[in-house]
């Protein structure tokens, strides 16, 4: 046989065994733990995966969200990065940027795709093009103490802002808090959008520069501190996380906190007895409330992509994504889960599906993460008492226009 015929023959086989290893391959997941529920539901689902695809194997790693970014920053530079990689959606755009997502449409058809709830599979898109999948979803809303709130003269729960701080100074009267502000950790300059957006603002303009810094920002952070300063908010503001404020609302000694939907389910098994309601985020001369989607993403460097497109396809099976969904409280993303009686009927997620067509999402833009942490840090700076409004807005807007779109 002749000498390139070998080098064929061999190439062949070499092409052969990679092949083979792609369809009967190991791939890692990393996922964030949303509950207690997370990590039993992957480890099942897993194991589940394995029995129907023999020689697969689905190693599943769980950690926390607050050490999920750090992590997955140390594996890309060891170049050791996960196969599947679940994050929250706004930090898609830094990734893609560094050129480290594999396209959606590089691994997944039409068929799969339009499983998808639209509005959440459109968070995952850049420039037309889609990167992530989104694997949880929720609309943010305000939780109302129904006695607290009753009390106060507002049984339905406030509807504007001015009805917060008049509801918050009748709490205040009976000892318990107002109106919950978070300060601390991820999310934080979300719940200063909240008033922002409901003010007129925008977080970012159309050329992508900060815009949270306009009239309706400065308006919008000097509202918080204000209710801080009149001790309507929980004390200590920059130092309490989501977290935080979940705790003191269910032990019925905050009247409102404005929260996502897996709050329902913490509520029903911390604190079945409490009466609580759920209503809009205060309008502020607009309806709005926030979108949130976290997504699941491939990595360019996976070496068994048609592995890791195979367990997508299992993990977003109807009977799979009920499990998640109603084991973690959140909103449906396929149409299957949307249109089951277990959602379709349900009273409280009803509520919530309901303020979908006012949402804002976060902007999915490179550098976004570094912008939001200048936010954050005018914030807590703002709550602290140590810098006033325009003048930490004005500086984390200057820090901002620095980050945005920057590789």
Same mark, same amino acid.
């Given at each position: 046989?002749?000498?390139?015929?070998?080098?064929?023959?061999?190439?062949?086989?070499?092409?052969?065994?990679?092949?083979?290893?792609?369809?009967?391959?190991?791939?890692?997941?990393?996922?964030?733990?949303?509950? %207690?529920?997370?990590?039993?539901?992957?480890?099942?689902?897993?194991?589940?995966?394995?029995?129907?695809?023999?020689? /697969?194997?689905?190693?599943?790693?769980?950690?926390?969200?607050?050490?999920?970014?750090?992590?997955?920053?140390?594996?890309?530079?060891?170049?050791?990065?996960?196969?599947?990689?679940?994050?929250?959606?706004?930090?898609?755009? %830094?990734?893609?940027?560094?050129?480290?997502?594999?396209?959606? %449409?590089? *691994?997944?058809?039409?068929?799969?795709?339009?499983?998808?709830?639209?509005?959440?599979?459109?968070?995952?898109?850049?420039?037309?093009?889609?990167?992530?999948?989104?694997?949880?979803?929720?609309?943010?809303?305000?939780?109302?103490?129904?006695?607290?709130?009753?009390?106060?003269?507002?049984?339905?729960?406030?509807?504007?802002?001015? %009805?917060?701080?008049?509801?918050?100074?009748?709490?205040?009267?009976?000892?318990?808090?107002?109106?919950?502000?978070?300060?601390?950790?991820?999310?934080?300059?979300? *719940?200063?959008?909240?008033?922002?957006?409901?003010?007129?603002?925008?977080?970012? /303009?159309?050329?992508?520069?900060?815009?949270?810094?306009?009239?309706?920002?400065?308006?919008?952070?000097?509202? *918080?501190?204000?209710?801080?300063?009149?001790?309507?908010?929980?004390?200590?503001?920059?130092?309490?996380?989501?977290?935080?404020?979940?705790?003191?609302?269910?032990?019925?000694?905050?009247?409102?906190?404005?929260?996502?939907?897996?709050?329902?389910?913490?509520?029903?098994?911390?604190?079945?007895?409490?009466? *609580?309601?759920?209503?809009?985020?205060?309008?502020?001369?607009? /309806?709005?409330?926030?979108?949130?989607?976290?997504?699941?993403?491939?990595?360019?460097?996976?070496?068994?992509?048609?592995?890791?497109?195979?367990?997508?396809?299992?993990?977003?099976?109807?009977?799979?994504?009920?499990?998640?969904?109603?084991?973690?409280?959140?909103?449906?993303?396929?149409?299957?889960?949307?249109? /089951?009686?277990?959602?379709?009927?349900?009273?409280?997620?009803?509520?919530?599906?309901?303020?979908?067509?006012?949402?804002?999402?976060?902007?999915?833009?490179?550098?976004?993460?570094?912008?939001?942490?200048?936010?954050?840090?005018?914030?807590?700076?703002?709550?602290?008492?140590?810098?006033?409004?325009?003048?930490?807005?004005?500086?984390?807007?200057?820090?901002?226009?620095?980050?945005?779109?920057?590789?």
């Amino acid at each position: 046989m002749k000498k390139t015929n070998l080098i064929q023959l061999a190439g062949a086989i070499v092409f052969g065994l990679l092949a083979l290893n792609v369809q009967a391959g190991n791939i890692r997941i990393s996922m964030s733990s949303y509950s %207690d529920n997370t990590r039993p539901w992957l480890e099942a689902l897993a194991r589940e995966y394995e029995k129907s695809n023999p020689g /697969d194997t689905v190693k599943v790693e769980v950690g926390s969200w607050e050490n999920t970014q750090q992590k997955l920053q140390a594996e890309i530079v060891s170049n050791n990065p996960p196969d599947l990689a679940h994050v929250t959606t706004r930090w898609v755009a %830094d990734f893609v940027s560094d050129d480290l997502v594999e396209p959606v %449409d590089n *691994y997944a058809n039409a068929a799969f795709k339009s499983r998808f709830i639209p509005a959440f599979l459109e968070a995952g898109k850049i420039n037309g093009k889609l990167y992530a999948l989104p694997i949880a979803a929720s609309v943010r809303a305000m939780f109302y103490n129904k006695e607290l709130l009753g009390k106060a003269g507002f049984p339905d729960g406030p509807k504007t802002w001015d %009805d917060v701080i008049a509801a918050a100074k009748k709490i205040k009267t009976g000892g318990a808090y107002g109106y919950g502000i978070q300060g601390k950790d991820l999310d934080t300059d979300t *719940y200063f959008y909240y008033a922002l957006w409901s003010m007129g603002g925008e977080v970012l /303009d159309a050329n992508n520069k900060a815009a949270f810094n306009s009239p309706a920002g400065v308006k919008a952070a000097t509202l *918080y501190k204000s209710m801080i300063d009149q001790g309507l908010s929980e004390p200590g503001v920059a130092g309490n996380t989501r977290y935080d404020l979940h705790n003191l609302f269910k032990q019925g000694r905050l009247g409102m906190v404005i929260s996502l939907p897996p709050l329902v389910k913490e509520i029903a098994k911390d604190a079945p007895q409490l009466k *609580y309601g759920i209503t809009g985020v205060p309008n502020g001369g607009k /309806d709005i409330t926030f979108g949130v989607t976290d997504s699941i993403m491939v990595f360019k460097a996976s070496k068994n992509k048609e592995t890791a497109q195979k367990f997508l396809n299992f993990m977003f099976s109807k009977s799979a994504r009920l499990k998640f969904d109603q084991g973690e409280g959140f909103m449906p993303v396929t149409h299957e889960v949307a249109n /089951d009686p277990v959602f379709k009927d349900d009273p409280v997620l009803s509520r919530f599906v309901a303020l979908l067509p006012n949402a804002r999402f976060a902007p999915l833009v490179s550098g976004w993460e570094d912008s939001a942490q200048a936010v954050t840090n005018a914030l807590q700076a703002i709550y602290q008492g140590k810098a006033e409004p325009k003048a930490a807005l004005d500086k984390a807007a200057a820090e901002a226009n620095t980050k945005l779109n920057k590789k």
